[in-house]
């Protein structure tokens, strides 16, 4: 069985495009916007393993990341694919990011990301994944913001 989520949106950012380009695309942070996240490697420069803790009240236990840095178009765009394995279960994430030319002011940032749930995942509600996520994003979103003007 498999479910099929999308998501998408739009963030401004008080810092320059190129500095927001380069922390978003940068495997090495992830582990600072991910505080479940235990025991990270980096493979190779593009890509980062390690073990995420789940926070959702349907999914226990440790799970399995890999994220791979996929396509980098400095300072405009990257894409990345993430997977996230458990007893039962996957979730491969497809995400997408641009940065278009700023007229004036901040920084723009549009996202998008593919979910797909197989196993024990696709059977959780619609509502919950959905409620679950935006929970996710909101916060990393957050840290991000935090974290990038250092």
Not at 86 to 107: F, H, Q, S
Not at 126 to 147: C, M, N, S, W
Request: hydrophobic fraction near 40%; include cysteine.
């Amino acid at each position: 069985m498999t479910s099929t989520h999308q998501f998408n949106g739009e963030e401004t950012f008080n810092i320059p495009r190129e500095k927001l380009w380069e922390f978003l695309t940068d495997v090495h942070n992830v582990p600072h916007c991910l505080p479940n996240l235990k025991n990270p490697q980096f493979p190779s420069a593009d890509s980062l393993s390690g073990k995420l803790a789940s926070s959702f009240s349907f999914l226990h236990g440790a799970l399995d990341l890999a994220i791979q840095m996929m396509v980098r178009e400095k300072p405009t765009a990257a894409k990345m694919i993430a997977t996230v394995r458990g007893v039962g279960c996957r979730a491969i994430i497809n995400g997408a990011i641009e940065l278009p030319e700023p007229a004036t002011g901040p920084t723009l940032l549009r996202w998008q990301a593919q979910v797909q749930l197989e196993g024990l995942l696709s059977a959780v509600s619609k509502g919950l994944i959905e409620g679950a996520a935006r929970k996710l994003i909101y916060d990393t979103f957050q840290t991000i913001r935090i974290l990038s003007v250092r």
